[in-house]
Nanobody, 122 residues
Framework: QLQLVESGGGLVQPGGSLRLSCAASGDTLDYYAIGWFRQVPGKEREGVLCISRRDGITYYSDSVKGRFTISRDNAKNSVYLQMNSLNPEDTAVYYC???????????????WGQGTQVTVSS
């Protein structure tokens, strides 16, 4: 069973950057597409972007285009979310999510991590 653990969250000032990591264990990430989702308390979870098994990138949210990017290192069994030009609207708990073959959606996924908090504030 694949297990996902996110890290790298924290407090950052507006305009700053963070790099989130998603470390996998229990299986190889080669078999999975990995998405990043986020959730603000009281709101529904929102897809951010996804990287396919062949490194294709899909953006779920137009608000992060040009600011966020995703990458994977299968040798390290990890996926990364680089977030630049952060603004307070990016404040949320960020989750990495796996799905075999296809990019995950809110309703179609295999595993979720436990999440990491990102807070953008001055």
């Amino acid at each position: 069973q694949l297990q996902l653990v996110e890290s790298g969250g924290g407090l950052v000032q507006p305009g700053g950057s963070l790099r989130l990591s998603c470390a996998a264990s229990g299986d190889t990430l080669d078999y999975y597409a990995i998405g990043w989702f986020r959730q603000v308390p009281g709101k529904e979870r929102e897809g951010v972007l996804c990287i396919s098994r062949r490194d294709g990138i899909t953006y779920y949210s137009d608000s992060v285009k040009g600011r966020f990017t995703i990458s994977r290192d299968n040798a390290k069994n990890s996926v990364y979310l680089q977030m630049n030009s952060l603004n307070p609207e990016d404040t949320a708990v960020y989750y990495c999510v796996s799905r075999r073959r296809l990019c995950p959606t809110i309703n179609a996924y295999d595993y979720w991590g436990q999440g990491t908090q990102v807070t953008v504030s001055s």
